[in-house]
């Protein structure tokens, strides 16, 4: 293998380093879905018009439908122990492959920026509640900054636990994943008995009626919620082989994955959807942000305990899914120079320097708008890589030509670039409108077709970039590299 494209992190995972079990992928599941935003999922979809029933089953149907690329795309991780940039070299060419890698590596540095900052308030909250600290005033806040010194200290001191972790390497993020599912579980079970014992009439939980507006169908309501539902696990379904190299089977990781993401998934949105109905009862409104909820109960030590759960399950969920793509993702830029724990490092600084609370206040529309649209882009690379890697190869790769900058996979691969581009396109007009604020309105730089056609980004861009990417295959002048 080339010294150049490879180092201790990217090569190939041996045999005997292939120790994950089906229990650690659940668990490594468990950790990243058991977050506010999964608890907090159901609130768009009822908000949209749909009943609680018609939300769970909607979330449900979401994993299982992602769950399909996740398995698939893991495949050739366990089968070949390589991570996510180096499987996209098969299909984008050795220097192609920095795009899908650091297309998901961009994204994955603005969420890990935001959910350390969601776990240093969470921190603030816990200092706040036991009398440490007094919450910051106008006075307080540093100009430069935007927060108080005190904000900053305890978004700080989580940001360093996470550089604590991923610097002992990606085993020890294995063994947070682990010892932290058993708790989360038990945290969610803990609010759903909560919610059932704090109201005397438990059928008032289930009495959600349904808000759509009279002339809506309920379809027009449930396909762009199905699709935001897909989205929310795209990023994962590229990069999964980052985790799925380490399975000592494909069973174990297709398992693991059916035990974990689904189930997880629906479970807490239904921990939501019981405790936000409970808060109906008790405080006469609707409080779906759990913060928010912890705050109302008013006992120090349960402030302090809910804090350190959601602190744990922000912990978990950061360090799956938004730091170990990206540090596989600029260690593939330069191996010589950048292993795991550097390129996990340059993901931490990222996350400190583009001051994720602004992002969260100032300009929290467009940048969430600009993370969720990523879908649109992340949507064709699994599909290029899907039909590549099953139908084009049928899972048969050369592990070498991986590593080697002038092999059969070595340069570009034109093929990926084009079908990458124009299974875009359709949903362009649309993200544009969208992150200008204009979608729906007379302003609009493209009309309302291009926004329905967006609402379905996922779903219309990855069949798009599989049939582009197999035509384009069949033509000698784009490189026929599958001898």
């Known amino acids: ?49 749909m009943t609680w029933w018609q939300a769970v089953l909607t979330v449900l149907l979401g994993n299982i439908i992602v769950l399909g690329p996740m398995v698939a795309n893991g495949h050739g991780g366990t089968k070949y122990g390589i991570p996510f940039p180096v499987l996209a070299r098969a299909s984008f060419g050795t220097v192609g492959a920095h795009v899908p890698a650091v297309a998901r590596a961009i994204v994955a540095c603005g969420w890990f920026g935001i959910q350390t900052w969601i776990g240093g308030a969470a921190i603030y909250s816990i200092l706040g509640a036991v009398g440490w600290i ?86 027009s309501v449930f396909f762009p919620q ?33 035990l974990g993401l689904p189930s997880t998934m629906t479970l807490f949105s239904f921990v939501g959807i019981m405790v936000t109905g409970a808060t109906v009862v008790l405080y006469g409104e609707a409080i779906w942000d759990p913060v928010v909820l912890v705050s109302r109960m008013g006992s120090p030590v349960v402030v302090v305990l809910s804090m350190i759960a959601l602190l744990i399950a ?41 001051m994720p609370w602004r992002l969260m206040t100032d300009l929290s529309d467009y940048i969430f708008v600009w993370l969720i649209g990523y879908s649109a882009l992340l949507g064709p690379i699994a599909g290029i890589m899907l039909c590549d890697y099953f139908i084009v190869r049928r899972t048969r790769l050369d592990v070498d030509a991986l590593y080697d900058p002038n092999g059969r996979y070595g340069g570009v691969s034109v093929a990926a670039m ?46 798009l970039a599989v049939v582009f990417y197999w035509l384009f295959k069949q033509i000698p002048a784009f490189g026929d590299d599958t001898r």
Request: charged share 10%; proline share 5%; aromatic share 12%.
């Open 1 to 49: 293998m080339s010294g150049q494209l490879s180092n201790a992190d990217l090569a190939p995972v041996p045999p005997e380093g292939r120790t994950w079990s089906q229990w650690n992928i659940a668990a490594l599941w468990i950790g990243m879905a058991v977050c506010i935003p999964t608890y907090m999922l159901a609130a768009g979809m009822i908000a949209a018009g």
């Open 314 to 354: 922000t912990l978990s969920t950061n360090l799956a899914a938004n730091v170990v793509s990206p540090a596989n993702g600029f260690s593939n830029l330069a191996p010589r120079m950048i292993g795991f724990r550097g390129g996990a490092l340059i993901t931490a600084v990222i996350g400190v320097v583009i």
């Open 418 to 463: 084009l079908a990458l581009i124009l299974a875009v396109l359709p949903n362009l007009p649309g993200f544009i409108n969208a992150a200008t604020g204009t979608a729906g309105t007379a302003e609009a730089f493209f009309p309302a077709f291009f926004d329905q056609v967006y609402g379905y980004a996922w779903f219309v861009g990855l069949p």
């Open 226 to 258: 199905l699709t935001a539902m897909v989205g929310f696990w795209a990023t994962l379904s590229l990069n999964i082989p980052d985790f799925t190299r380490y399975c000592r089977s494909q069973k174990d990781q297709a398992t693991g994955q059916l």
């Open 134 to 219: 007094v919450p910051a005033t106008e006075a307080d806040v540093v100009p430069v900054l935007g927060i108080s010194i005190g904000q900053f200290l305890c978004f700080f001191g989580f940001w360093a636990l996470h550089v604590v972790i991923v610097i002992a390497g990606i085993e020890s993020i294995k063994v947070v994943e682990a010892y932290a599912a058993p708790f989360l579980i038990a945290c969610g079970v803990a609010l759903l008995v909560w919610a059932f014992v704090a109201v005397d009439d438990t059928s008032a939980l289930f009495a959600n009626a349904s808000t759509r507006e009279e002339g809506t169908s309920f379809w």
